[in-house]
Structure formats: structure tokens, C-alpha cells
């Protein structure tokens, strides 16, 4: 039973990995929007408002955490989960992002199984999680 599709943004720089994962989203099931730098990708959530976000950490323009921190503080925004996805791998960053709002931290790379997990568990509002070390 599904009661409509599921929207995912996807914001990552790498136009390689922004294509895999849209692909993986896509495979599971999600209508999918991307942006390729942090400050589009304000303007794309604020629009969409999505149902989770799939955000990378080092980007051009603004990080990831600076996009998690705007939309902590819009309370139009402050709601929708963040996965993060990132090449930060040291315990203080994955701490860093989760006390920045993530309710996951996954480091790159990635299967399908753990990103598909981590944005099912973030939509339906499973408790924050790291993976790998287990650093929460």
C-alpha cells in the first residue's frame, strides 16, 4: 500500500556520485531532485520541502553544515531529515554533523542498501545513527 511518492533531494558536487545516487533513489522508489552546491540546494528544499535530504559535507559554495544549520533555523524546514553522505570519516566530523541536525552519517562510499536504509529510517523517524565506527 503506498500513500504517494516519496521525495528525496539529493546535494552533492560530484557530478558522478550525484548520478548514483539519484539512480539508487530512483531504484528505490523516490522522486528525486538534485542540486550540485549548497546554496541552490537552500532555495530547491525551501521549494520542494522534501521528504528527507541526502546531503554531502564539503561542497564549492556552502558546506553541508552550514545548509543544515539555515534549515534549522526556518521552521518550514527545520523538520525534514538529513542523511549525510560524506568522505569525512574522522569520529569528530560524523559527531559534527549529527549535532548539526543529521539523523544519519554515512561515509563514502556508499552501497544501496545502507543509503536506502539510512533515507527509509530518516522518513519514518528512526533515531540518529552513524555507521561503520558507530559514533554517534
Known amino acids: 500500500m503506498t500513500f504517494g511518492q516519496k521525495t528525496v533531494v539529493i546535494v552533492e558536487d560530484d557530478p558522478d556520485t550525484a548520478e548514483m545516487f539519484i539512480e539508487m533513489m530512483h531504484l528505490a522508489g523516490y522522486q528525486v ?3 550540485y552546491a549548497g ?12 521528504d528527507a535530504v541526502i546531503l554531502d559535507i564539503m561542497m564549492p559554495d556552502l558546506s553541508g553544515l552550514e545548509v543544515m544549520k539555515y534549515m534549522q533555523r526556518d521552521p ?19 559527531q559534527a ?17 545502507d543509503l536506502k536504509q539510512a533515507v527509509y529510517d530518516a522518513i519514518q523517524g528512526a533515531a540518529p545513527k552513524a555507521n561503520q565506527d558507530g559514533e554517534v
Open 33 to 35: 531532485y538534485n542540486s
Open 97 to 113: 554533523g549529527l549535532r548539526a541536525g543529521a539523523v544519519s552519517y554515512l561515509t563514502k562510499p556508499v552501497t544501496f542498501s
Open 76 to 94: 518550514s524546514l527545520a523538520d525534514i531529515p538529513v542523511v549525510v553522505v560524506s568522505a569525512k570519516t574522522l569520529p569528530t566530523d560524523i
Open 39 to 50: 546554496a541552490p540546494a537552500i532555495a530547491l528544499i525551501a521549494n520542494k520541502k522534501p
